[in-house]
């Protein structure tokens, strides 16, 4: 019987130093509020990874430190415009969201899509239209929008105003162009699950990047770029330059590697990631459950927050190799 993981990341980019706490907490309130769900030890012989993905995800989606929900990064019309996708290994359904405002959980409009098995991707008015019916509550406009999003957008305009891109130079990592002190592309969050049944589920979610423009869509809601869950070989959600990861397929690539260069789940991202990076300039990082558990945590960008539990231990970092460990309890 498989042993339960579940593995999640709150983002790649250019994280400050200040960043990091707000993030350490968040991952770790997401893992205590998803983990319950999934082990083996809740009482119920071992819960769904489905409802442990969803859990988590929808824990950072209402934590102002991650780009998703609540917190998530503003198009030019400062505005939320929200992105998620969930699937699942077995049977391979899917459910993929964009252009969803004034909703607090993406994620779960996702799942409900998943749920009723008519289409697979709904956007804008069709996916508000869904939320709603399906119980979601409609917020007010303008309810997701934090100073923290606020701040960067600025900051963002600021630097187009004096004519540097830096969208542009984060794709052309090589040239000497100026670096925004905050990542446009904010930090996307993404949860990969396997139960003891075997079933492997992946979601993820994301406000997009700041100073996008209307009704652009990323890679988080397009599966093998953002998103992918396949039994007989793993799932992986990945985060960072949009434009970049759904160019490169990162998610599709690394499952790849996995099924037919043999690789292990980390030995894959770890190839995939520097790849992309290297044939496109633009930067990210993917998590990965292998189909046999083994787990891969890998990004290009200066840091990316991850944590898992496994074993009654909390693992968890965001820079290089960098591993911080601790007991793992409801109150961590
Ligand atoms: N930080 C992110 O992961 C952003 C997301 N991949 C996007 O480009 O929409």
Redesign the pocket.
Known sequence: MPRPVLLIHG???DISDSRIAGKFAGIKQALRSAWGLLSPDNGSGGGSALDAVEAAVRSMELDENF?AGYGSCLNTNGQVEMEASLMEGRDLRAGCITLLQDVMHPITVARRLMEKQRHTFLGGAAAQELALATGSERLQPGALVTEGARFTLKEFQDQMTQGKDPFFARTELAEDKPVPKTDP????VGAVAMDASGQIVVGTS?G??TGKWPGRI???PILGS?TYADNCRGGVST????ET?MRYNLAQRILAAMEYQGLSAQAAADKECREMTKRLGGTGGAIVVGHSGDLGISFTSRRMAWGYVQDGTIFYGIEGQVVHQEPFTVST
Do not use: R, V
Not at 185 to 188: A, I, K, L
Not at 239 to 242: A, D, E, I, N, V
């Open positions: 983002g790649a980019g780009n592309s904010g930090e996307t994301t997009g990047i990323g890679d988080t953002g985060t960072g330059h949009g990861l």
